[in-house]
């Protein structure tokens, strides 16, 4: 962006479309959350992060076979860490080509979180700021800062120590 006055040139260089990198920054407004069944709704991100210690950003789709695999698993175990009072959320980033398709797969798997489908812009902002390149992809980010914990969430996650190696510090 550039900005032109009469006595001054001034450059402003924008690295970054997100507000800020904490979770909140990186994730906007809304978030969904399930209800029952396969029922959901938007909810304030700042609220649903306000007592994270971690943030999980789950990069997946329907159409992926690995994704659909891993997915109930990742499900089971992020019930286990809320049961032994972990203070975590993930947070489903879909790479579905549809809504439909992404409403089908967040209902009928998935007992954590959601970006909206219509935010885009944000999974691509979201993809390329933690280099994913293939799904299923799942990073660990600090609750509060939004600061990288490790990008090997799936081999931290599957770990028979999973809850105690909670909140995985960098492989």
Not at 24 to 44: A, C, I
Not at 74 to 87: D, N, P, V, W
Request: aromatic share 12%; proline share 5%.
């Amino acid at each position: 962006l550039l900005t032109f006055t009469e006595e001054h040139l001034i450059l402003e260089i924008s690295m970054s479309s997100f507000s800020d990198d904490t979770p909140t920054g990186l994730l906007g407004e809304k978030l969904l959350q399930k209800g029952t069944g396969k029922d959901f709704s938007e909810k304030d991100t700042s609220e649903l992060l306000s007592d994270c210690d971690v943030v999980g950003l789950y990069f997946s789709a329907h159409w992926c076979p690995p994704c659909r695999k891993f997915t109930p698993e990742l499900s089971t175990r992020y019930q286990k860490l809320k049961e032994a009072g972990k203070k975590i959320e993930i947070v489903f980033v879909s790479s579905d080509s549809d809504e439909g398709s992404f409403k089908e797969y967040y209902g009928e798997s998935m007992s954590f979180l959601a970006l909206p489908y219509d935010e885009r812009d944000r999974k691509e902002e979201l993809s390329d700021k933690f280099g994913v390149s293939g799904i299923p992809t799942l990073v660990f980010l600090d609750g509060k800062t939004g600061k990288l914990i490790t990008d090997e969430g799936r081999k931290a996650i599957s770990a028979s120590d999973y809850v105690e190696a909670f909140p995985y510090a960098p492989f």
